[in-house]
């Protein structure tokens, strides 16, 4: 991975998206937030968390994946979960809602990371996959959502504009798996 991704590799400890400078961080909400910014904070809780899970996993595939088109599919993704989260969190320094840019994953996705380090070679790829496929359909249902209702129009916009690209890895991951259960 390149210096750009390191931060966003180490779990974004500092907040920082590439290019996002020290001005752009969003600063914690201080008080109960509104529905509006309630529903921005959760919604980029969960998107930013999933593109540090992604970003992450294809990490890990990049040095354990066998399979060419794993390790195609991984480089992708790698690369879309920088550009989503700048998007993302670009979107929400124009929105002026108040929110925090998650820095560590769940505890679902960690796991999920976890079974990706200690899987065996041999079953890495179609593991690899399964996480992919479950990761990108519960991220396009998401953005989808939000994109309808989320109530904060340039953080919607940012949703609507970033599911294309999501419905399209979860269609080669699909693909992906097809040939891997030949």
Do not use: W
């Not at 595939?61 to 993302?88: G, Q």
């Not at 109530?151 to 890895?169: F, N, V």
């Not at 699909?174 to 040939?179: L, N």
Request: aromatic residues 4%; charged residues 25%.
């Amino acid at each position: 991975f390149d210096g750009a991704g390191a931060l966003f590799a180490a779990g974004c400890d500092r907040h920082d998206a590439p290019g996002v400078t020290r001005r752009d961080r969003i600063p914690a909400v201080s008080q109960a937030p509104s529905a509006t910014n309630q529903a921005a904070s959760d919604f980029i809780g969960k998107a930013v968390g999933d593109d540090l899970y992604e970003y992450q996993a294809a990490g890990i595939a990049a040095v354990r994946a066998h399979d060419p088109a794993v390790r195609t599919l991984a480089a992708a993704t790698a690369k879309a979960s920088l550009a989503s989260r700048t998007e993302l969190v670009q979107s929400v320094a124009v929105s002026g809602q108040r929110v925090t840019i998650p820095s560590k994953l769940t505890d679902h996705l960690q796991s999920m990371l976890d079974q990706l380090h200690r899987g065996t070679a041999r079953d890495f790829d179609k593991t690899y996959i399964e996480q992919q496929i479950e990761a990108d359909e519960d991220a396009l249902s998401l953005m989808s959502a939000y994109a309808r209702s989320g109530g904060a129009p340039s953080i919607e916009a940012a949703a609507a504009a970033l599911a294309p690209a999501r419905q399209d890895r979860l269609d080669k991951a699909r693909s992906i798996q097809d040939e891997l259960n030949k």
